[in-house]
């Protein structure tokens, strides 16, 4: 089975710039999370999407939305970009459980490197 | 809210040495626990986890134990391999949010040959 593919894998853009990031998740999962990981904050959570909706968000400037297709690949976006916002961006897919209380584990890509400049 | 503190890296051991990756965790309930490892240049991988007290993950030789009395998860492993080398990131999930996951800081783990 296929893991989590992202693409593109390395991006380079300018301060003020927007930015597209790609998600393919695992086949049959279908829920899918994002994450931005750098040096100084670490791992921090996004937001995720599962059936087209954002179901959760982190604590992150309106500059960074998402939104999940109906093949529940994902895109995020980021606008008006700052040099802080260089960061490997990490997706992660999982089973969505039918109810809360469950615990599926996620499935992370190998993450697109962006780098603003 | 949610947190993880992981033991401060980098640690350095020698081919076949013992590992002990300290990791301890603040949550409201019942959270699952996991320990992820990233190598160079590529993006996490699930080592084990735990969703509820005593139970002890293991994979590939490494073990932790989810201990709810001392709110800890400690991965070990009895002899590690220069193949290894890599950073380990604790994690916690709760029932309120299942699928967002809380990371510690990450330890760099580096093994000599």
């Known amino acids: 089975k296929a893991g989590v593919t992202q693409t593109p894998r390395y991006l380079i853009k300018t301060r003020g710039q927007q930015v597209t990031l790609s998600c393919s998740p695992i086949s049959g999962h279908r829920s899918v999370s994002w994450y931005q990981q750098t040096p100084g904050q670490g791992l921090q959570f996004l937001f995720e999407y599962f059936s087209e909706t954002q179901r959760n968000k982190g604590n992150f400037p309106g500059r960074f939305s998402g939104r999940q297709f109906s093949n529940s690949r994902s895109e995020m976006n980021v606008s008006t970009l700052e040099l802080g916002d260089s960061a490997l961006y990490l997706c992660a897919s999982s089973l969505a459980p039918p109810q809360l209380g469950s615990s599926y584990e996620q499935y992370f890509g190998p993450g697109t490197r962006l780098t603003v400049t | 809210g949610n947190s993880v503190t992981q033991m401060e890296g980098p640690v350095t051991l020698s081919e076949e040495a013992f590992l002990t990756i300290n990791c301890t965790y603040t949550?409201?309930?019942?959270?699952?626990l996991f320990w992820y490892v990233q190598y160079p240049g590529e993006g996490l991988q699930l080592l084990l986890k735990a969703t509820k007290a005593d139970d002890k993950g293991s994979n590939k030789g490494f073990e932790a134990t989810y201990r709810k009395e001392t709110t800890s998860f400690h991965l070990e492993k009895g002899s590690v391999q220069v193949s290894d080398s890599a950073v380990y990131f604790c994690?916690?999930?709760?029932?309120?949010?299942?699928?967002?996951?809380?990371f510690g800081s990450g330890t760099q783990l580096t093994v000599l040959p």
């Open positions: 994690a916690l999930s709760d029932r309120g949010s299942a699928r967002q996951l809380t």
């Open positions: 949550a409201t309930g019942y959270p699952s």
